[in-house]
């Protein structure tokens, strides 16, 4: 693989860039330590999806 088609992506948790590809098994983050905060985010439920309250009868 050239170093032309290797291709890089924004680390979604720092923003350094990571490489996308089979060789990084942590794509689309940079490294294992950003994987785990970013995995982390999501068991304490700091990423969610706002739902409208339901109607009450």
């Keep these: 693989m050239t170093?032309?088609?290797?291709?890089r992506v924004a680390c979604p948790q720092?923003?350094?860039?990571a490489i996308f590809s089979p060789e990084?098994?942590?794509r689309?983050?940079?490294?294992h330590r950003c994987q785990q905060i970013?995995?982390?985010?999501w068991?304490?439920?700091d990423f969610r999806?706002?739902?409208a309250p339901e109607?009450?009868?």
């Design 43 to 45: 068991a304490n439920e």
């Design 3 to 7: 170093s032309a088609s290797i291709k």
């Design 55 to 57: 109607p009450e009868e």
């Design 14 to 17: 720092c923003g350094k860039d």
């Design 24 to 26: 990084n098994p942590y």
């Design 49 to 51: 999806i706002p739902v």
């Design 28 to 31: 689309p983050f940079c490294s």
């Design 38 to 41: 970013d995995l982390g985010a």
